[in-house]
């Protein structure tokens, strides 16, 4: 069963544009964290954000959460072709500690 | 190893086959956890394993999915009578500990069930 579900569900941009990811969320959380993966294989771990926490910054990346709307955004400054990729939110339901995943964001950036 | 392992990278089989995929999780991480994934979906949780034991198989789909730790390091998921159903990519992860820390995964295998 879904526990996230990130919005959109797929994002078209130009190279050096901000993109916006948005997860949501059903239950309590201990953390959340936010993955990469290129060509549908091995997911790349970008950001971890515990449940107190309200926000991270890891280079060009910005991630939000807000427990009370039950929901995160990751922000991807200044983006690159490279950046092209599916993005997941992963979240711990019932604070299970188990990483659960929602269908991800498609992100096209064009050069 | 530097990071998480899985072999092989891509496994055909026959309907009805065995089959084995193994993971070699970060040394010292003593979480593991098994991932299925089909084509435009997000991972699958499967089982996770805290240290030798399996902690929760509640995602396994049947009881022809079983997973081992023996050792509390690498883990084997073995696949029962196969069907074209079981078709993916199994994706294994491994965690320091549980609790908040960061999951990271492997390049996975793609099981494809002829």
């Known amino acids: 069963s879904q526990q996230g579900e990130e919005d959109p569900q797929a994002l078209s941009i130009q190279e050096g544009e901000n993109a916006t990811m948005n997860c949501s969320y059903k239950t309590s959380i201990n953390n959340l964290q936010w993955y990469r993966q290129n060509s549908g294989r091995g997911l790349v771990h970008l950001i971890l954000i515990r449940s107190n926490e309200r926000e991270k910054h890891s280079g060009r990346l910005r991630v939000t959460l807000d427990t009370s709307k039950k929901s995160s955004s990751l922000l991807i400054t200044a983006s690159r072709a490279a950046d092209t990729a599916s993005y997941f939110c992963?979240?711990?339901?019932?604070?299970?500690?188990?990483?659960?995943f929602g269908r991800g964001t498609s992100l096209i950036v064009h050069p | 190893g530097a990071g998480v392992s899985q072999t092989p990278s891509n496994k055909v089989t026959e309907k009805g086959k065995y089959v084995e995929l193994r993971c070699d999780p970060i040394s010292g991480h003593t979480a593991l956890y098994w991932y299925r994934q089909s084509l435009g979906q997000g991972p699958e949780f499967l089982i996770y394993?805290?240290?030798?034991?399996?902690?929760?198989d509640s995602g396994l789909p049947n009881d022809r999915f079983f997973a081992v730790r023996p050792e509390g390091s690498v883990s084997t998921l073995k696949i029962q009578r196969t069907e074209r159903g079981d078709s993916a990519v199994y994706l294994c992860?491994?965690?320091?500990?549980?609790?908040?820390?960061?999951?990271?995964f492997g390049q996975g295998t793609r099981l494809t069930v002829v």
């Open positions: 394993f805290q240290g030798t034991g399996a902690a929760d």
């Open positions: 992860a491994s965690s320091l500990m549980v609790g908040n820390t960061e999951a990271f």
């Open positions: 992963a979240t711990d339901p019932g604070g299970s500690y188990i990483p659960t």
